[in-house]
């Protein structure tokens, strides 16, 4: 990543190295006529005068646990080869902690809920019948305009089968049954997460394993996906 300086301000930046925005920058803003070409990155830092330069981004980051800690930009600093990035490291509120966690058990019931497949016994024959929303609702469209005295033949992953409407609500009661445990899952874990203390209980949790992104208002949070 690059900047765009003049003097201790930054024009523009952390960018990639854009040339035509670095160019238009000196020209419409400092009234100058410097100019850089795509491959001028390689010349970098790129000083235009005393004053103007093009110098590449680094992060003065300092270790930390990113399960329990975050980065916050507080200051920046202008050197002559390299515009720099200082950052100190605050503990991540145990609320943020628990609305990631949550988040991050929703996703896994939405995936489990959608990506399972179920094996349901119809009159001696096994069939493997996808559980994902599709499925769920061309099932339920079919059975709505069956009559019950009638038999259909239909096919789940390469076995026929020819059933009636009750059949069918039997299959649809079955993957009903799986979505429901995989909601009553995500229920029991949010709970889980909310009888938590503190972050070392959350940590305990066997399901836990994220690293967290600040994305609040304050200006660590904008210089917090720069690179060096």
Known sequence: MYALVNGSFILLGPIGFNYRLINSTIKDDLNLDYNVGP???MNVPINFNDQ????????????HNRKTEY???????????????????????????KQQYKEKITNER?????????TVTINDIEIK??????????????????????????????TWIELNSTEMQTIIDEIDDYVQEQFDWEYTK???IDACGDCD???SMPEFDIS???????????SSTTDG
């Open 39 to 41: 491959l001028d990155y």
């Open 52 to 63: 103007l330069k093009i110098l590449p981004v680094v992060n003065d980051i300092p270790h």
């Open 71 to 97: 980065a916050n930009m507080i200051r920046w600093e202008v050197g002559e080869d390299r515009l720099t990035y200082f950052y100190e490291i605050l503990p991540i509120p145990l609320e943020k902690l």
């Open 110 to 118: 939405w995936h489990k809920e959608n990506n399972g497949n179920i």
């Open 129 to 158: 019948v996808a559980t994902k929303r599709e499925n769920r609702s061309q099932l339920a469209s079919k059975i709505s305009a069956m009559s019950a005295d009638v038999r259909r033949r239909f096919k789940f992953q390469n």
């Open 190 to 192: 949010h709970n889980e």
């Open 201 to 203: 209980a959350l940590l």
């Open 212 to 222: 967290y992104t600040n994305t609040g208002d304050s200006a660590g949070d904008e």
